[in-house]
C-alpha cells in the first residue's frame, strides 16, 4: 500500500510523516480521496487487497483505470466517481479541515462532508448491486442458483451421456 511513499527511502521500518495517510489526523480513515485517474498500473487484485486490508471502504476520484475499478467492484470497495470539479471542491475543504469525516452512501450514491457539500457519485448498476449486497462473481452467479439446477437437470434428460 503506497510502499514508496509511506516509508523513508531505505527503511521501511519508519514512516514517513509527509505523507498523509501517515498522518494522525488521517488514521483509521475508510474513505481516500484521491486525483484523477487513480489505480493506473495497478492491474491486479493485489491493488484493491492492499486498500481494504489498510481499512478504506471507499476510494473517490474523478476517473480510475478500467482494470482497477472493475477489480475493486469485485473485491467489496466502492469507487465513487465524481466530476474534476466536485474532487477539487472536496479536496480544499478536506485539506481546510484535516481528520473531518465524510459519509458516503452507496445506495443514494451521495457524498456528504461536514461543511455541507452534497456530491452525487456515478457507478454502475451491477457493481452497486454487489457491493450493497456483499456479492463477488461467485455470489452473483448463486443468485440464479435455482434457474442454474433447472437447465442442469433438462440438459441431463435431454444428454444424459454428459
Not at 41 to 64: M, N, Q
Not at 101 to 120: W, Y
Not at 124 to 142: P, Q, W, Y
Request: hydrophobic share 40%.
Amino acid at each position: 500500500l503506497f510502499n514508496d511513499w509511506r516509508y523513508v527511502e531505505g527503511d521501511e521500518a519508519k514512516p514517513n510523516q509527509d505523507f498523509i495517510i501517515n498522518r494522525r489526523e488521517y488514521q483509521g480513515a475508510q474513505v481516500l480521496v484521491a486525483g484523477d485517474n487513480f489505480g493506473c498500473g495497478s492491474s491486479r487484485e493485489h491493488a484493491p487487497w492492499s486498500l481494504t486490508d489498510y481499512g478504506f471502504r471507499c476510494v473517490i476520484s474523478s476517473s480510475f483505470a478500467d482494470i482497477f475499478y472493475n477489480n475493486s467492484t469485485k473485491n467489496g470497495l466502492l469507487p465513487a466517481i465524481v466530476s474534476p470539479e466536485e474532487l477539487a471542491r472536496l479536496m480544499a475543504e478536506l485539506e481546510a479541515k484535516p481528520g473531518e469525516a465524510i459519509r458516503v452512501d452507496l445506495r443514494e450514491q451521495v457524498i456528504a462532508t461536514p461543511g455541507g457539500l452534497s456530491i452525487r457519485f456515478q457507478i454502475g448498476e451491477d457493481a452497486k448491486h454487489s457491493l450493497l449486497n456483499g456479492l463477488d462473481d461467485v455470489g452473483r452467479t448463486l443468485q440464479h442458483l435455482k434457474e442454474i439446477e433447472a437447465f442442469e437437470a433438462k440438459r441431463k434428460q435431454a444428454m444424459p451421456w454428459l
